[in-house]
């Protein structure tokens, strides 16, 4: 795997993003009959803020994105997407290793949600979240930093 870089998503970036989402959220979004790249592209865009976006890169190239946001008492990962093309070669894991660090360092718990049918519960779990609770759609997971 080719080193991975961090930088502060711009506006301009939001295309790209959204593709990014789409394909990583196609399978999972398609095995509950929700699969709507219009909606999915709708909803982004709308909460979209490019300072509070991380995007995660191989040389030059956009390969991923996260949103860690700061709550009360704990950091939400509002968005963590892989492109599926660069999937399944430990981008994913040394991007939440990255995050993880992030939630040690402030002594925060990093919370979470991921749709029901999707692989990334599996991901989640093997990083050390557990479940918490579940809803309609969604499983909620937390990870302590202790």
């Known amino acids: 795997m080719m080193p991975l870089s961090f ?3 711009m506006s301009t970036d939001l295309e790209k993003l959204i593709s990014i989402r789409i394909g990583a959220m196609r399978e999972s979004l398609e095995n509950v009959g929700r699969f709507d790249p219009e909606r999915a592209r709708e909803r982004f865009a709308n909460k979209f803020t490019a300072d509070k976006t991380t995007l995660v890169l191989q040389g030059d190239e956009i390969i991923g994105f996260y949103v860690l946001l700061a709550r009360e008492n704990y ?7 892989i492109d599926p093309a660069t999937q399944g070669v430990g981008v994913g894991s040394s991007v939440m290793n990255r995050i993880i660090k992030i939630a040690l360092s402030k002594k925060l718990p990093l919370k979470l949600c991921a749709l029901k049918e ?16 579940s809803e309609e759609w969604d499983n909620f997971y937390s990870r302590p930093y202790l």
């Open 75 to 81: 950091l939400w990962l509002d968005h963590l997407y």
């Open 118 to 133: 999707s692989k990334a519960n599996i991901f989640y779990i093997k990083h050390g979240f557990e479940l918490t609770h």
């Open 7 to 9: 930088k502060t998503a």
